[in-house]
């Protein structure tokens, strides 16, 4: 690991708790105090089998040693003295200062950077960095590199470049232009600098790092999205844009560097039939989902106004759905049912009868795969990013957890990472457990590839449990699972309707 000169080095050993423990580096021997318990946390997945309690271990010691020495200061060694012995043991890696002088410069070569809290993939993921940003690295630790404005990133993605002065930079005027579906926010740098992103309620908020303004001007027109741009620089390194938008819901967005301009895109809302369209569009607004339950509950068709509305040859036109059939392919089954039938199949069938519904609404459908294949999730990532859908769905049907239990562990489960999926993911799980009358697992906030992407608002649903007697049941019954095709095709379009501006 390497670290700073003015960073504190902390050492922990696990040892008898009587024993005096202490460790030498660099000639310089810093005692470890013993504690008397230490707390763990469990692991994230016990949210779902509620057994989010800390767990205490013994017989750990900590200490932490400041030095004012730089370079290499090679392996800590260990010791541990009990009843007369002493045992030395040598630490796993070497410990090196930087000269401040002589930082290095990271650049992202991966096409988005995967910035972290720390250094191992146990640690979040923050805002990732475009291609081509640039940052000083403050530390190193294993595979690990540590970016000045506080992220990790992977050696691998980055390249490493000997530093003259730290990169900054200072920004002037910002424009924005329309391109297509997208508004184009254009900011002009002279070092392409770490960002991150915010979404609120009706706001998106860009950081940027190491840069400091000299802003007169800012060119921003009426826009479909943007009511107004407002901007600070919170301190001397850092500014924060705050875009204040016409509506609550956000359909995607983009960062790349240009050269040393980023650029920033934020997708317009889709023009969905039912919104100040036809008369038929009009029409479509008047259903409510209440209206739907009170006519299944009443064991009769659903009144032929409500399904007119939602099911209209035009209620989706212009609408581009992506739809992921999770796993597939003889190594990828997913989660088994009792009998062996695997998710894989059962997930295909599920997103063709809801492309086949999708697409008698007028909507220009995606499907990640269409036959028993195994795609690899960077290449269903991909294709999302590719299509910008305005908006996409993984189909999954869900494995027991750790500790589950097989019979009483079930219902539909609804995951979002980026805030601009919360209300798709809310909505669907409310109208697929309302209208169907099933068990609800709950909703997540969940950092999943299929829930990760920026380009569009990305869903993963998790439709039951494989293994679970009645579920299964439920899941491979071919009548229910034309319901819950249609129940999805009417949620999606019901959703889309209602987050119009
Ligand atoms: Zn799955």
């Not at 370079?71 to 007369?84: M, N, S, T, V």
């Not at 909507?363 to 028993?372: F, I, K, N, W």
């Amino acid at each position: 690991m390497a670290r700073l000169p003015d960073e504190l080095i902390c050492f922990t050993a696990i040892a008898p708790p009587t024993a005096r423990v202490s460790v030498k580096l660099a000639e310089q021997i810093m005692p470890l105090v013993p504690r008397p318990q230490q707390i763990e946390l469990p692991g994230n997945a016990s949210v779902l089998t509620q057994q989010n309690r800390p767990v205490a271990i013994a017989g750990r010691f900590e200490g932490c040693a400041h030095t004012v020495l730089l370079g290499d200061l090679g392996k800590p060694e260990f010791q541990l003295a009990q009843d007369g012995q002493t045992i030395k043991q040598s630490g796993f890696g070497s410990i090196k200062i930087l000269s401040p002088t002589r930082l290095e410069t990271a650049v992202v070569t991966a096409e988005t950077g995967t910035a972290r809290t720390g250094p191992s993939t146990d640690y979040s993921r923050l805002t990732p960095l475009p291609k081509g940003t640039q940052a000083l690295v403050t530390g190193y630790e294993g595979d690990w590199a540590r970016l000045d404005y506080g992220a990790w990133i992977k050696r691998s993605e980055v390249q490493i470049l000997p530093t003259g002065a730290p990169p900054k930079s200072i920004i002037r005027s910002i424009k924005a232009r329309q391109v297509g579906d997208w508004t184009e926010i254009v900011f002009p740098l002279q070092v392409p600098v770490p960002v991150s992103i915010q979404q609120g309620d009706r706001t998106f908020t860009l950081t940027l790092y190491n840069t400091t303004a000299q802003t007169d001007i800012i060119h921003l027109d009426d826009d479909p999205l943007i009511e107004r741009l407002d901007w600070q620089q919170n301190n001397p390194g850092q500014i924060q844009y705050t875009f204040n938008l016409k509506s609550s819901q956000q359909w995607g967005y983009k960062l790349r560097y240009e050269g040393t301009t980023l650029v920033l895109s934020l997708k317009h809302p889709p023009g969905v039939r039912g919104e100040g369209g036809g008369d038929e569009g009009k029409s479509a607004k008047q259903g409510t989902i209440a209206d739907l339950e009170k006519a299944q509950a009443q064991n009769s068709r659903p009144q032929a106004e409500t399904v007119s509305a939602l099911r209209t040859a035009t209620a989706l036109a212009g609408i581009k759905i992506l739809l992921d059939p999770g796993h597939g392919g003889p190594e990828d089954l997913g989660s088994r049912g009792p009998t062996g039938y695997p998710e894989k199949t059962v997930a295909l069938v599920i997103t063709k009868l809801v492309r086949d519904r999708l697409q008698q609404r007028g909507a220009t459908v995606y499907l990640t795969r269409e036959t028993d294949v195994d795609v690899p999730l960077q290449d269903r990532v991909a294709l999302i990013d590719k299509v910008q859908p305005t908006l996409a769905l993984s189909l999954h049907y869900n494995a027991l957890p750790d500790d589950g239990d097989a019979i009483k562990t079930k219902g539909v489960s609804a995951f979002w990472y980026n805030t601009q999926a919360h209300s798709l993911a809310v909505f669907l799980h409310n109208y697929l457990t309302k209208t169907l009358k099933r068990s609800s697992y709950g909703v997540f906030w969940d950092n999943l590839a299929l829930t990760r992407p920026t380009t569009a608002p990305s869903v993963l649903l998790e439709l039951g449990f494989m293994i679970n007697p009645d579920e299964f049941e439920w899941i491979t019954n071919p009548k229910e699972q034309q319901r819950l095709a249609t129940a999805i095709a009417d949620g999606i379009t019901r959703w889309l309707q209602k987050s119009q501006p």
